[in-house]
């Protein structure tokens, strides 16, 4: 493939990117949602209807490999930093019992409904082969995602992170969140267990050994150099190569046990040290590099991957049966949990709106299932289109439901009064 190609691959991506972004974050929304709206656009759901033969000259199949190397770079650093950045919010430890609650709720509900909607999916939209088991957990995992890094956006434009209300919606989502990275690992590994029982039993044994070395050597470890070498939180280069390729280790040590390369950097990240300082210097050196660059050629090959025709015939009906238990999974979920945790119906519902967000953490679970099989382009168009719904609909939400101006919800700090 010429380079030139590639080059100019990626000029059309990140300026479609960035211009989606731009124009969303004009209407009030994060501009993450516009440029995961730029990856459809760039798909054959609108850019190869109107231009076919210019798109397939621009993204012709044959150069794919090279952007899907750099796009699961770019996944993995990401990943990487996620995991970096997993840590109890402030205050957790006081409503540790509420957000108990939301989390699990805000999980159990949209697992619940993801299997029950499975039975009228799988004879059409799951791949050949797939059993209904790992598809229907693989739609109860994909109902349960929380964007924990949208949502925090949301709440910081909004002025709203130490609320109350901000801290309880966080630390649930941060609670729900690793429950549901749990079932899909459980079910990327079933799903790609090609030994049967053995095979199953390889993979998550392998699993665990590896949370057990990350955990009880890695981290360890790079604290004890951390601290020796870089104890104001910045790194020296070689420090920096030193972590990057740990985390590269662990991303091909999961991808090689059957599961995908985000669940090693996503662990590799999670053992390093909880230094804001390091935190933010990791921010500034990869997450700008991943987020600006290499994300949105995800989000391209993302778009790429849908089907024009997905939503013709029964398939507007699919689309409408995966909105309904997407939201109501979330939304009745966060908002119950929160109601018997004491809050009011102001506050609940809100709960409920901001759990509903799933943004690019849909994307990576969509991506996970369509890269081992379990679902393929039907399913991932709608998937697509139910992650940029609901994330879309949490801002307006949120505004409906707390009933307060920004200005407002500052001045609820984490130790006012529960607002009904």
Request: net charge neutral.
């Amino acid at each position: 493939m010429p380079h030139s190609l590639l080059l100019l691959q990626l000029v059309v991506i990140l300026v479609t990117a960035r211009l989606c972004g731009l124009l969303l974050r004009h209407v009030g929304q994060p501009a993450v949602i516009g440029e995961m709206a730029a990856g459809l656009l760039l798909g054959p759901v609108v850019f190869g209807a109107l231009a076919p033969q210019l798109h397939a000259q621009l993204f012709a199949h044959e150069s794919l490999p090279a952007l899907a190397s750099l796009s699961t770079l770019g996944l993995v650093l990401f990943m990487f930093i996620v995991g970096a950045e997993l840590r109890a919010p402030d205050g957790v430890r006081a409503q540790l019992k509420s957000a108990g609650t939301v989390g699990l709720l805000s999980i159990v509900l949209p697992m619940a409904l993801g299997v029950a909607i499975s039975p009228m999916l799988h004879p059409t939209l799951a791949p050949d082969g797939v059993a209904f088991w790992p598809f229907a957990l693989f739609m109860a995992a994909a109902m349960s995602i929380t964007a924990f890094p949208v949502m925090a956006r949301i709440l910081k434009d909004r002025g709203m992170t130490r609320t109350r209300l901000g801290q309880l919606s966080l630390s649930s989502a941060a609670i729900a969140d690793v429950f549901a990275w749990i079932v899909l690992a459980v079910v990327v590994a079933l799903a790609g267990a090609d030994a049967g029982a053995v095979g199953f039993l390889k993979t998550v044994l392998g699993l665990v050994a590896l949370s057990a070395l990350v955990f009880g050597v890695l981290r360890p470890l790079y604290g004890s150099l951390l601290a020796r070498h870089a104890p104001d939180g910045r790194p020296s280069p070689m420090l920096l190569a030193a972590i990057l390729a740990g985390m590269l280790a662990c991303a091909a040590l999961t991808e090689w046990l059957g599961l995908h390369a985000v669940f090693g950097a996503f662990l590799f990240g999670a053992c390093l040290p909880r230094d804001d300082r390091l935190l933010q210097y990791l921010i500034d050196r990869i997450e700008v590099i991943a987020v600006v660059l290499l994300l949105p050629i995800f989000f391209a090959l993302a778009g790429l991957n849908t089907r024009s025709d997905a939503f013709t015939g029964a398939g507007l009906g699919a689309l409408a049966l995966i909105l309904a238990a997407a939201v109501l999974g979330k939304g009745i979920g966060g908002t119950a949990g929160a109601r018997l945790a004491g809050y009011g119906w102001r506050d609940s519902l809100s709960t409920g709106a901001l759990m509903n967000a799933r943004g690019l953490m849909e994307l990576i679970v969509m991506k996970v299932g369509l890269d081992v099989g379990l679902i393929g382009p039907e399913l991932f168009t709608m998937l697509l289109v139910m992650a940029l719904t609901t994330t879309v609909m949490t801002g307006p939400l949120l505004t409906w439901f707390a009933g307060r101006s920004p200005a407002a919800l500052r001045d609820d700090r984490a130790h006012g009064d529960i607002a009904d």
